[in-house]
């Protein structure tokens, strides 16, 4: 099981940016995709962007052209950075990745209020 941990979340006014990393326990080269998923309150957790090993990265719609999703192999590590954030991208982030796609981080929340 790979251990996952995310960092980055806060809170930040409507407009804003921040930097969501996740740190793999082990290396994440041959991990075929790694993810980003989100959860508000109230609402079932969704997908915010995954990235393949190989191939096209993958976006909600609610975040394409805004978020974007990357990996460095070397560092083990996955990161989303999130531009002109808006209210309802408030949620808990998680990132989630290894072997079979089954391991989850605890997660970081995000607030985006002014």
């Known amino acids: 099981q790979m251990q996952l941990v995310e960092s980055g979340g806060g809170s930040v006014q409507p407009g804003g940016s921040l930097r969501l990393s996740c740190a793999a326990s082990?290396?994440?080269?041959?991990?075929?995709?790694m993810g980003w998923y989100r959860q508000a309150p109230g609402k079932q957790r969704e997908l915010v962007a995954n990235?393949?090993?190989?191939?096209?990265?993958n976006y909600a719609n609610s975040v394409k052209g805004r978020f974007t999703i990357s990996r460095d192999n070397a560092k083990n590590t996955v990161y989303l950075q999130m531009n002109n954030l808006k209210p309802e991208d408030t949620a808990v982030y998680y990132c989630?990745?290894?072997?079979?796609?089954?391991?989850w981080g605890q997660g970081t929340q995000v607030t985006v209020s002014s």
């Open positions: 082990a290396s994440i080269a041959t991990i075929y995709i």
């Open positions: 989630r990745g290894g072997r079979n796609y089954n391991d």
């Open positions: 990235i393949p090993r190989y191939g096209t990265t």
